[in-house]
C-alpha cells in the first residue's frame, strides 16, 4: 500500500520528534561525567590520596567526583588517586574519610611524602599514611625548613627542633626560643630519638608530638624508624625546592595537616607570580650565564644538589657539570685544581650561597666576602670579580631573584630587593624588615 505525502511527512515529524525526546532523555539522564575530572597524583597539586580532581584542597569537589566514579561503577584500578582510605575499593569509606577531612575530625589520611627513600640522590614519591590534623610535632631545623614552616604560619605546633649556628636569628622569638621549642640537639639534619638527656622520645609523650617533620634528602633524620616505631609519623618536603609542583605541594600538604590552607593558597599564589616575573627575567635576554656555586669555604657543588638546582633554575649552566666528580655534591678547590684551568671550566660567576643572619643584620659582610672569596681569588682568573655571596636564609624564589639579578640586565637589586619584601610583607608575622637597607646580595651589583 502507497502511503500519501501527508502520512509520510507525519511519520517524519513523529520520527524527529521522537529521536529529539529520546536524545533529550538520554541527555537529562545521564550522570554529569565526572571522569573528565579525575586526575592523577603525577600531575596533582596536593599529592593526597581522595584529592581527586588535582587542585591543592580536599572539598566537596572531591567527593562529587568520586561519588560520581562510584555511581559509574569504576574501580580503585581505574582511578587509583579516588581511594582515600588506601582500601584497594572506591566506595562511601572513601567519601566518609574526606568528609571528616573536610571537618577537620581527626583520621587517617594517605599522601605522598616527597623522600629519596632509596638512596639514589634522586627525589621520590612515597606513600606514607598521617594521622590528621596535625597540632603538635617536632622538626629538623635546616633554615630551609624553618624558613618554609614560618610562611606558611606553623609556629606553635612547632614544639622541638634541632638546628645548628647558621639558622636565623629572625627565630628568635619563635624557633630559637627555647621556652617555647625545645632544642633537640645542634645538628640541622638529625634528631636523637634517645640521646641520654631524655630529649625526643620524653618531648613526644610530654607534648602528645604526633609527627616529625624532615626535609627529601638521604642524609635527613636517618633514624626515621624510631620516631615510627613510636607511632610519630614522619612527613617529609622539599624545603629548598625551586620548582612550582613541588613547593604546591609542599605547601598545601602543610596547609592541611596544620588546617592553615588559607594562607597556603596565599603563598602558592605568590610563589607562582615571583617564579614567573623571574622565568621571564631569566629567559628574555637569551644570555648564557656559567657560574659555579659554592656552599662551603674553599668547596665548589657539583652533581645534583640544592644548590646547583637553584643556579639551573634562573638558567644558569654550572660550569662543572661536563667533569667527572662521582656520586659527591660538593669538591674541595685545593684538591680539584683543573676547576681553574680555564681549557675546561670556564665561568664567570661564583655565587657563595650562605646562611647567615641577614634579618637582624648581625653579619660582618666585608669579613665573610674576604673568607670565601681569597683562595678561590688566588686562582681563578676573575680574582675576586665575580665572585658574590648570596643569602641562604630567605625564602627560596628571593634568592632566585638576587642570583637572577646579578646574571641578566634587565633585573637588578632594586627588583629582586622587591620580590623579596612581598615576601616579608605578606607572610613574616610582625616584622617590618625593609630588606632594601639590609644586605642578602654582597657585593650589590
Ligand atoms: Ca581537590
Ligand atoms: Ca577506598
Ligand atoms: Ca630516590
Not at 396 to 403: E, G, S
Request: with cysteine; aromatic share 10%; glycine share 6%.
Amino acid at each position: 500500500m502507497a502511503m500519501n505525502k501527508n502520512t509520510k511527512i507525519i511519520i517524519a515529524v513523529v520520527v524527529v520528534l521522537a529521536i529529539v525526546v529520546v536524545v533529550a532523555a538520554v541527555f537529562l539522564m545521564q550522570p554529569q561525567d565526572v571522569t573528565k575530572d579525575a586526575k592523577e597524583m603525577e600531575t596533582s597539586e596536593l599529592k593526597m590520596y581522595g584529592n581527586i580532581n588535582g587542585d591543592g584542597f580536599i572539598d566537596d569537589k572531591d567527593t562529587k567526583i568520586i561519588k560520581g566514579l562510584i555511581d559509574q561503577g569504576k574501580t580503585a584500578k581505574d582511578y587509583p588517586l579516588a581511594d582515600a582510605n588506601q582500601d584497594g575499593k572506591l566506595s562511601q569509606e572513601d567519601i566518609d574519610l574526606l568528609n571528616k577531612v573536610i571537618k577537620g575530625e581527626s583520621c587517617t589520611i594517605w599522601h605522598m611524602n616527597l623522600h629519596d627513600y632509596n638512596e639514589d640522590g634522586i627525589m621520590d614519591y612515597e606513600k606514607v599514611s598521617t594521622k590528621f590534623p596535625i597540632s603538635s610535632m617536632i622538626c629538623t631545623g635546616s633554615s630551609n625548613t624553618f624558613m618554609m614552616l614560618y610562611m606558611a604560619g606553623i609556629i606553635d605546633e612547632v614544639k622541638g627542633a634541632s638546628y645548628g649556628s647558621t639558622v636565623d636569628n629572625l627565630y628568635n622569638d619563635c624557633y630559637k626560643d627555647t621556652t617555647k621549642t625545645v632544642k633537640l640537639g645542634t645538628s640541622s639534619t638529625k634528631i636523637d630519638f634517645e640521646d641520654g638527656k631524655g630529649a625526643a622520645s620524653d618531648l613526644i609523650k610530654k607534648e602528645n608530638v604526633t609527627a616529625v617533620l624532615s626535609d627529601w634528602n638521604r642524609t635527613y633524620l636517618t633514624n626515621e624508624k624510631d620516631f615510627e616505631n613510636a607511632g610519630v609519623d614522619v612527613i617529609r618536603f622539599a624545603a629548598a625546592s625551586t620548582e612550582i609542583d613541588v613547593i604546591a605541594h609542599d605547601y598545601y600538604m602543610l596547609g592541611l595537616l596544620f588546617q592553615k590552607q588559607d594562607r597556603a593558597k596565599e603563598v602558592v599564589a605568590y610563589m607562582k607570580e615571583v617564579l614567573d616575573k623571574i622565568e621571564q627575567a631569566s629567559t628574555k635576554e637569551n644570555k648564557a650565564i656559567s657560574a659555579v656555586v659554592s656552599s662551603m669555604t674553599n668547596y665548589y657543588s657539583v652533581g645534583d644538589s640544592d644548590y646547583t638546582a637553584l643556579l639551573k633554575s634562573v638558567h644558569g649552566k654550572n660550569a662543572l657539570d661536563s667533569g667527572n666528580w662521582g656520586t659527591t655534591t660538593s669538591i674541595k678547590v685545593l684538591d680539584n685544581l683543573d676547576v681553574f684551568n680555564t681549557d675546561k671550566y670556564r665561568y664567570d660567576y661564583v655565587v657563595h650561597l650562605r646562611a647567615y643572619n641577614g634579618y637582624t643584620a648581625e653579619a660582618d659582610m666585608a669579613k665573610l666576602y674576604n673568607d670565601y672569596t681569597k683562595t678561590i681569588a688566588e686562582y681563578w682568573e676573575h680574582g675576586t670579580n665575580g665572585q658574590y655571596i648570596v643569602n641562604g636564609n630567605m625564602p627560596i624564589p628571593a634568592r632566585m631573584a638576587y642570583v637572577a639579578s646579578l646574571f641578566y640586565d634587565g633585573v637588578d637589586k632594586k627588583w629582586a630587593d622587591e620580590i623579596h619584601q612581598g615576601f616579608v610583607d605578606k607572610f613574616f608575622k610582625n616584622k617590618n624588615f625593609k630588606v632594601s637597607d639590609l644586605t642578602f646580595v654582597y657585593p650589590a651589583e
